[in-house]
């Protein structure tokens, strides 16, 4: 099934609105990080807590803006696949993403089976990242 111009109109918006919503957040995060100076973080009269909670508070902002870009990332990918034609396609069985899925995901690069089948593949056990 491919998508009829109403609904690539609407998914394209969304990715656009995406967009301008993650570059705003990821200015914002790099504004306010440019703000707050390490010794703010850490107090007057830090001790090792204190130090400790700064570089965490540093740590988790630079991950956050980390997944932050990856996301846009992920945006400008699907905003390349609506220009190409192949938007809406999966990258691995070249079927139909479905409207429904892109619209709950609208950077979703493969159908429901093929992402199910790519995470059992490269499932991980989580852990943590910082």
């Not at 099934?1 to 990715?15: E, F, G, N, V």
């Not at 107090?43 to 807590?49: H, I, N, Q, R, Y």
């Not at 988790?60 to 990918?77: F, N, P, S, W």
């Not at 409207?99 to 429901?112: N, V």
């Amino acid at each position: 099934m491919s998508l009829d111009p109403r609904q690539r109109q609407t998914l394209k918006q969304r990715l656009n609105e995406s967009e301008q919503a993650l570059r705003a957040e990821i200015r914002a995060s790099e504004d306010q990080r440019a703000s707050e100076s390490y010794a703010e973080l850490a107090g007057a009269a830090p001790d090792e807590g204190d130090e400790a909670n700064a570089d965490l508070f540093v740590d988790v902002d630079h991950a956050l803006i980390g997944m932050k870009l990856t996301e846009l990332r992920a945006v400008g990918r699907a905003q390349q696949r609506m220009r190409d034609g192949s938007y809406g396609e999966c990258i691995d069985c070249d079927g139909s993403v479905g409207y429904e899925r892109l619209l709950a995901r609208p950077t979703a690069e493969r159908c429901t089976h093929c992402q199910s089948l790519y995470e059992r593949r490269y499932a991980t056990t989580p852990r943590a990242s910082l």
